[in-house]
């Protein structure tokens, strides 16, 4: 199997050779699709919050690029993810176009959908992305004793100083920096992790 690659060398076949060799062979579309799942399942699943909606513009996405895999085009390392996120975004496109024009509300209140232009699409991502990063905070947050938990909320999401924190707390000033310090350090681990 390796000789049908060209691999010259490398262990890996390229997604260029892949998607090439996809037009013949199903497997080399599965180690396709087994490199780049993870990566376009959560695409979908931070822009859309739920997972099986996820699954299924996932599975769209893998469709369309099965199908149009002889025009993909080599444009050097990255290519392969490029192309498939130029798929997904089409395909979140569609789902978002497809949803205004079932909106009852708007039907009820006899509002036109608005389309959205390229730009208001990136903001509305943005807005996800950042919604999601601020559900995986709070989730690090819960897993902090409770103790350095309020110290860092009260210091960083409430914008208290030191010695408000430790009024707040009943501590001293010296223990209330030690308890944001000590949870900053765990939150980053949960969060980088």
Not at 38 to 46: A, E, P, S
Not at 64 to 70: F, G, N, R, V
Request: with cysteine.
């Amino acid at each position: 199997m390796s000789g049908f690659f060209d691999t010259t060398g490398r262990d890996e076949p390229t997604d260029y050779e892949l998607l090439r060799n996809s037009v013949t062979d199903p497997e080399a579309f599965g180690q396709f699709y087994d490199r780049h799942f993870k990566m376009v399942m959560n695409f979908f699943c931070r822009r859309t919050s739920d997972p099986h909606q996820a699954a299924d513009l996932t599975a769209e996405t893998f469709a369309k690029a099965l199908l149009s895999c002889h025009r993909f085009q080599d444009r050097g390392e990255g290519s392969g993810p490029k192309w498939l996120y130029g798929i997904a975004r089409h395909e979140l496109s569609g789902m978002y176009r497809k949803h205004r024009v079932r909106n009852s509300a708007m039907e009820k209140l006899r509002i036109s959908a608005i389309p959205l232009d390229d730009y208001s699409l990136e903001r509305i991502e943005r807005l996800i992305d950042a919604h999601a990063d601020i559900t995986q905070l709070r989730a690090a947050l819960n897993t902090l004793p409770r103790s350095q938990a309020d110290a860092v909320t009260l210091r960083i999401g409430h914008d208290l100083s030191f010695k408000e924190v430790a009024s707040r707390l009943g501590c001293s000033t010296a223990a209330a920096r030690v308890r944001v310090s000590r949870g900053m350090s765990r939150l980053t681990e949960a969060i980088c992790a």
